[in-house]
């Protein structure tokens, strides 16, 4: 059986089958159709369906041609795998010249012999949307690790489009034909143009992916641009870089000089190759920089000016990144703390301080605290006030006021008078204790406020109480006599020296009066045979502080009875009264004059008026029991433009025999009132100016009439259009001239001036002349008033 026995043998055999030429490069499709706007610049690239070969190697494609034309060269582009090319336009394309292009591209392969295909473009010139969207790069490149999750994005494409509207809106997708294995592993966001994952990606199965992409703009018809993507993938990288921060400082001055080293960085990766090449960077914008000193050993120095009242704390964020697909990457902060120098001064808030004190005021009180504030800490922010001398000062300031050097309280070192002192002015410094010092100055003004501690006194010929005073009046003395007159005055101001006289009088007689503003004492009524031939009276006469002060004067009024003559004319007060009637008054409107006196009585007094004849006023005469007045009565309207000044003649007279008179000339001046618009010499004014126009200079002078009084413009008194930060220009009342406020970089602006109503103005007057102390409230007159407006 030996013999018969079979011996098998198994052999396993590599067989390597060698590529021959024996297949044409193959385009998809014969014919290709390209819409091209007339407007694509020269430079323009389109992309094509490229051509593929059965066979491999140098027997694959190599490389395009394109027929002659006037318009299109071929740009070819080979890869580490394959070779594309894209059409690049030479001339500018012109519809109405040649609407369409016939262009022959053949592939060729490296065969021995070589062979070739050929692919018809039609190119189709389109007459409008004239931009084509333009990407942001013709290539894009990016790398992945394998197996990443379905819809992770890898990567953003951006192409703009320089048309407006539907023109300008990009749509991205993928070229349809070509690229199946393509589109079965991603997809593309159409409005956004990110590149996503959308199947299984296996480095053993495609180490490399190109993706032909395009964006096409929605106008009509669209333009599109293309771009190509290529993806390389990567094996995973599963270590990220390590970094070490070696402190050089604790802190860092904020006046450290640009260059000054702070720490020193290390950065390892255990990963080799690219996954193990690691770059560091600063994450963040700080004034701070990494120099690299050897391979992944740097240095974190100083690389802009610091400032500790911005920021006195950095925490400098530095990320180490490898070269691994995905990149990975570690974090470090390092916490840098500036400190101090003494880089700020002292700040007031303002530059000058009004302080007010009322007189009186207790010894060691603090009137005031002045604070400054300094940005700076610790000792260089620790400031302290002193005063600051100066050869003006004309005052004992360190025999009146004390400053406390911490906490500037202002301690008063006396009581003031203000009878005796009513402001006065000194300066205050504060200085920080930095090295070197510095400091700041504040102007301080004292405002000596009144207090009533003054009562009032009684002036000659009369003597305050405790003395006899006496006058005498005849028995005939009608109502309204005049018995004698007190005046006094007070060393206080304001309402403080207010006077008002009050009259006491005994018990039931009621037969005196007094002026409560004037101290003028009159008789209320004629004397009966039961009045007292002695009147004892006492005048208090009082201030309007709070308490009120006041002063008293006694003063025996004696009747004496004599027969009255008609021997004294009536006499006004004043030989001249002066009206103010504003032009719009209405007809029947009345106004009080001034009563003239007459030292006679019964009816041998003021019995009595007339008026001088004229087209406007009448009188009317007001007969009382004790007295006789006269008012002026409106009969005509006025109007300034022709009569704006009337003259009147008031004669009083008596009842004597013969009869006796007295004049008073008034003069009435008639107000105008705004019944007149001003009239701007142009309706619109247009005016150009060059920006970075310097502040200050005169841009426009205006020029408007006004027929009301005075006639120009300037009685309109326009209100002061102020400086603000915000670039708004300034108005100036005397000359009409708008300045430039700021540096104007606009190219026009419109300035419309034009009349509005100026609110009136409601003012209390005081008055003292002499001993008269006496309260008028008057209104003022409205006047119209130009504003400014601006558009």
Not at 514 to 521: D, F, K, N, R, Y
């Amino acid at each position: 059986k030996r013999g018969s026995m079979r011996i098998h043998c198994l052999y396993r055999l590599d067989v390597n089958v060698v590529d021959i030429n024996d297949n044409v490069p193959h385009f998809p499709e014969n014919l290709q159709y390209l819409n091209i706007a007339e407007s694509t610049v020269p430079g323009g690239k389109f992309g094509f369906i490229g051509a593929s070969d059965l066979d491999v190697g140098k027997n694959d494609v190599s490389s395009y041609k394109l027929s002659p034309n006037d318009y299109f060269s071929l740009e070819v582009h080979k890869g580490r795998d394959s070779v594309s090319a894209e059409l690049v336009l030479q001339k500018a394309l012109d519809r109405e010249t040649q609407p369409t292009l016939n262009l022959t591209v053949t592939a060729v392969d490296s065969g021995n012999p070589p062979k070739s295909g050929t692919l018809q473009i039609i190119i189709n010139v389109l007459d409008i949307n004239d931009n084509a969207p333009v990407f942001s790069s013709a290539l894009y490149k990016t790398q992945i690790h394998e197996n990443l999750p379905m819809g992770k994005t890898i990567i953003f494409l951006n192409a703009t489009d320089a048309d407006d509207g539907l023109n300008a809106e990009t749509e991205y997708s993928f070229r349809s034909k070509g690229q199946d294995h393509v589109l079965n592993v991603f997809q593309i966001d159409s409005k956004t143009g990110a590149i996503s994952v959308k199947g299984k990606i296996d480095y053993e199965e495609n180490p490399a992916f190109e993706i032909h992409a395009e964006a096409t703009d929605k106008g009509q018809p669209p333009m599109s641009a293309h771009c190509k993507v290529l993806v390389e993938v990567l094996d995973l990288n599963d270590n990220a870089p390590e970094i070490t921060v070696t402190s050089l400082l604790n802190t860092v001055k904020e006046d450290a000089e640009v260059g000054a080293a702070i720490a020193l960085v290390s950065v390892l990766d255990k990963d080799s190759g690219n996954n193990g090449a690691v770059k560091a960077v600063i994450a963040s914008k700080t004034p701070f920089k990494l120099d690299t000193n050897y391979r992944n050993y740097y240095s974190l120095v100083v690389n802009g000016p610091l400032d500790r009242e911005t920021t006195d704390e950095y925490n400098v964020t530095i990320i180490a990144t490898d070269e691994g697909a995905p990149p990975l990457s570690s974090t470090s902060i390092i916490s840098v703390h500036v400190s101090d120098v003494n880089d700020n001064s002292p700040r007031f808030s303002d530059p000058i301080l009004n302080i007010y004190v009322k007189e009186n005021s207790p010894v060691g009180a603090v009137i005031k605290t002045l604070t400054a504030t300094d940005a700076d800490v610790d000792k260089n922010g620790q400031v302290s006030y002193s005063f600051l001398k100066s050869s003006s000062d004309s005052l004992p300031f360190p025999t009146m006021i004390n400053i406390n050097s911490e906490s500037g309280d202002i301690i008063s070192l006396q009581s003031f008078n203000y009878e005796e002192l009513k402001t006065f002015q000194f300066k205050v410094q504060a200085t920080d204790s930095g090295v070197p010092p510095l400091s700041s100055n504040v102007t301080v003004n004292v405002l000596i406020l009144d207090e009533n501690d003054n009562s009032p006194t009684i002036l000659a010929p009369y003597s305050e109480h405790g003395s006899v005073n006496s006058e005498s009046i005849p028995y005939s003395a009608e109502a309204g006599y005049f018995v004698a007159k007190i005046r006094a005055v007070d060393a206080d101001s304001g309402y403080n020296a207010l006077l008002s006289y009050h009259l006491s009088e005994p018990k039931g007689n009621n037969l005196f009066r007094i002026g409560t503003s004037t101290g003028e004492i009159r008789t209320k009524r004629r004397m009966s045979d039961n009045d007292l031939k002695t009147h004892p009276l006492v005048v208090l006469v009082s201030d309007n502080g709070e308490p009120s002060l006041s002063a008293t004067v006694s003063i025996d009024v004696v009747v004496i009875n004599i027969k009255d003559i008609n021997d004294n004319a009536p006499v006004f007060s004043e030989k001249l009264q002066s009206l103010d009637v504003p032009e719009n008054t209405l007809p029947g409107v009345k106004f009080g004059l001034i009563e003239a006196s007459d030292l006679d009585v019964g009816k041998n007094g003021v019995n009595t008026y007339k008026l001088s004849n004229n087209d406007y006023f009448s009188l009317e005469i007001h007969k009382g029991e004790d007295s006789v007045s006269a008012e002026l009565v409106l009969q005509k309207s006025l109007d300034r433009e022709q009569d704006s000044v009337i003259k009147l003649t008031l004669t009083a007279v008596d009842g004597g025999n013969p009869p006796k008179s007295g004049t008073s000339l008034i003069i009435i001046s008639v107000m105008d009132t705004n019944d007149n618009h001003p009239v701007f010499s142009r309706s619109l004014y247009k005016i150009k100016i060059p920006e970075n126009l310097p502040s200050g200079s005169t841009v426009l002078t205006l020029n408007a009439t006004d027929t009301d009084e005075d006639g120009t413009f300037s009685r309109y008194s326009a209100p002061m259009i102020t400086t603000h930060p915000d670039g708004s220009w300034s108005y100036s009342k005397a000359t009409q001239q708008y300045d430039v406020c700021f540096s104007s970089d606009t190219l026009k602006s419109d300035v419309v001036v034009f009349p509005a109503p100026f609110p009136p103005v409601d003012g209390e007057l005081i008055s003292i002349n002499g001993g008269d102390t006496f309260t008028r409230t008057q209104t003022l007159p409205n006047k119209e008033k130009v504003s400014a407006h601006w558009s």
